[in-house]
């Protein structure tokens, strides 16, 4: 049976949840999947996993940092912002778990959420997931992809809809790309 990880950074929950529907889209192909904060996500689970997806939230335009982090946890704090913070949220974000990742001959797809609009303005933090990923020694087989949320944080409608889909369909692009070597 194929294995994918789904590894997410989010502190709002939103890139949590569109990560578990990216899941059960590569489930419904008969995949065996599993879900992991990038907090837990060691070198096993990626030398484990045929394909690794990989997702976290924009923040300023890329991926987070250390401040933006900050910043996001200090808006959930005020009172009455409607915000949770997740459970990993105040652990490392991708961008240190990128930097210190070893080398992976394994695919790979990106993700991220973001808000919607255009992306030259929102900025998208898939592309440098993806650049990073690829420098990693993975095989990036399909674009990386956004998934939409309102500035009031909460995923808009259709976008779970593309997350599943967009899952089932990298599970074809695998059983495409199988018939050829890892580059
Ligand atoms: C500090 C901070 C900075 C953000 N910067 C951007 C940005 O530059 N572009 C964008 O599209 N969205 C930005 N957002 C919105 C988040 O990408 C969006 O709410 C995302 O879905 C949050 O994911 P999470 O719920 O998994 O944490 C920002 C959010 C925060 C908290």
């Not at 335009?61 to 900050?70: A, D, F, L, Q, V």
């Not at 652990?91 to 695919?107: E, F, I, K, M, P």
């Not at 998208?124 to 650049?131: D, E, T």
């Not at 399909?142 to 593309?162: D, K």
């Amino acid at each position: 049976m194929m294995r994918a990880v789904v590894i997410y950074e989010s502190m709002y929950g939103n890139t949590h949840e569109i990560a578990d529907t990216i899941g059960s889209g590569l489930r419904t192909a008969g995949w065996q999947i599993s879900i992991v904060p990038v907090a837990a996500a060691g070198s096993a689970v990626l030398t484990a996993a045929d394909l690794v997806v990989v997702g976290g939230p924009t923040h300023a335009h890329g991926m987070t940092r250390p401040g933006t982090r900050e910043g996001a946890a200090e808006a959930a704090r005020k009172p009455g912002s409607g915000l949770t913070l997740e459970a990993d949220a105040l652990g490392a974000g991708l961008r240190d778990w990128l930097d210190s990742l070893g080398h992976y001959q394994v695919r790979a797809a990106a993700f991220d959420t973001r808000i919607a609009g255009p992306s030259l303005l929102t900025g998208r933090a898939s592309r440098g997931i993806a650049r990073a990923l690829r420098h990693h020694g993975f095989e990036v087989l399909a674009e990386p992809e956004s998934f939409l949320v309102s500035r009031e944080n909460h995923i808009l409608p259709g976008e779970r809809e593309r997350a599943r889909q967009w899952g089932a369909d990298l599970a074809a692009a695998m059983t495409a790309a199988r018939t050829r070597p890892t580059h």
